[in-house]
């Protein structure tokens, strides 16, 4: 087994390849992107410089790792490769094609990315984080597994709600709210909820998980922690039980933060963000809401004005009836054999040795 990335994330890759396995050798291929702007006009996608001179350069990027990606695999020619959709997958994959390797893609995303659509033709298997109603895969190779997530993720009795809140430092019969907007953040989630933190605090306990980027900012504006509220930058252990012990959650609209949401059935308030390439948060969040399993707060709404996400917020603290619900609605959507599933495919494909 090998793991193939770009340059950027290989120091994370290693780190993380490594603490399930350090014999697996973390390797970098030649990459290249297509910005897409979901906000952006085609005609500005064509008059930006900083938009189009990066894009013809990684049109080179891509030529190249297929070139690298074809050698390498031609010395090694492994028996499957997998994919999952990042765009260094794009040279690998058509390397793949060229030297008649299977190759299994997994799309995270509701809305099927720009790399995954290319590939999809020449793959063997195609696995999906969402309903297959969603993608235009062809359905006699396509499977429906979820996301795989760690096993930690799943829902807590009211014994470990209240021993969770303890721990955190808060009253164990409140209601705790938990804003998070991944490791880097985000900045208009961050900036709604530390403007009306004494509002929400009046029916609940708070942990804002702000990000590293932006931790010493709020915290210059936000002070010390109290026993009503808490500003952490980043939880790098028991993320899983944090989440699990929330009555409420705001989160953004990433594909694999949702299904660990899901798996822990946590009443959410996803706020997607809609400036991101193709507009996958904004897909990933309309497939959930139309199943009636989380509640949308517009990003628009929230920039000026932090009370639109604050009222939904109080208005589900309120109502414990409906956060019921939305936590069955969303539990729904767990899939734990995710992992197995999609490693059933991989095997299924794999090209045995001659």
């Known amino acids: 087994m090998r793991f193939w990335c770009d340059k950027a994330f290989g120091k994370q890759a290693k780190n993380i390849v490594g603490k399930f396995d350090e014999t697996v050798p973390v390797e970098q291929v030649i990459s290249g992107k297509l910005r897409r702007y979901h906000h952006l006009s085609l005609v500005q996608h064509l008059l930006i410089p900083s938009v189009v001179f990066p894009n013809i350069i990684d049109v080179f990027k891509v030529l190249f790792g297929t070139v690298q990606a074809f050698f390498k695999l031609l010395a090694w020619r492994p028996d499957v490769i997998f994919a999952k959709?990042?765009?260094?997958?794009?040279?690998?994959?058509?390397?793949?094609?060229?030297?008649?390797?299977?190759?299994?893609?997994?799309?995270?995303?509701?809305?099927?990315?720009?790399?995954?659509?290319?590939?999809?033709?020449?793959?063997?298997?195609?696995?999906?984080?969402?309903?297959?109603?969603?993608?235009?895969?062809?359905?006699?190779?396509?499977?429906?597994?979820?996301?795989?997530?760690?096993?930690?993720?799943?829902?807590?009795?009211?014994?470990?709600?209240?021993?969770?809140?303890?721990?955190?430092?808060?009253?164990?019969?409140?209601?705790?709210?938990?804003?998070?907007?991944?490791?880097?953040?985000?900045?208009?989630?961050?900036?709604?909820?530390?403007?009306?933190?004494?509002?929400?605090?009046?029916?609940?306990?708070?942990?804002?998980?702000?990000?590293?980027?932006?931790?010493?900012?709020l915290r210059a504006t936000m002070g010390e922690n109290t026993s009503a509220w808490q500003l952490t930058g980043f939880v790098s252990d028991g993320m899983a039980d944090k989440l699990a012990a929330a009555d409420v959650v705001v989160a953004r609209a990433g594909a694999t933060s949702i299904l660990e949401l899901a798996a822990v059935g946590a009443p959410t308030i996803l706020v997607p963000n809609g400036r991101l390439t193709g507009g996958h948060q904004l897909k990933n969040a309309k497939v959930y809401a139309e199943a009636g399993a989380v509640k949308i707060v517009d990003e628009d709404m929230i920039e000026h004005s932090g009370e639109a996400l604050s009222s939904e917020i109080l208005a589900l603290l309120a109502d414990d009836a409906e956060r019921a619900r939305l936590s069955r609605a969303f539990h729904a959507f767990a899939k734990p054999a995710a992992a197995r599933e999609t490693a059933e495919l991989v095997l299924k494909a794999a090209k045995p040795r001659v």
Do not use: M, W
């Open 85 to 217: 959709g990042g765009y260094v997958c794009l040279p690998v994959g058509y390397a793949a094609r060229l030297l008649r390797i299977p190759l299994v893609i997994h799309d995270s995303d509701a809305h099927p990315g720009l790399t995954n659509r290319l590939l999809a033709p020449h793959a063997t298997y195609i696995a999906t984080g969402a309903p297959l109603e969603h993608y235009s895969y062809p359905k006699d190779r396509s499977k429906y597994v979820g996301i795989p997530v760690a096993s930690d993720f799943a829902p807590a009795n009211d014994a470990k709600k209240r021993e969770t809140k303890r721990k955190l430092g808060f009253a164990e019969d409140r209601p705790l709210v938990i804003v998070t907007g991944g490791g880097l953040g985000a900045k208009r989630i961050n900036d709604a909820i530390a403007a009306e933190v004494d509002k929400i605090t009046t029916k609940s306990s708070l942990l804002l998980i702000s990000g590293v980027g932006q931790y010493a900012e």
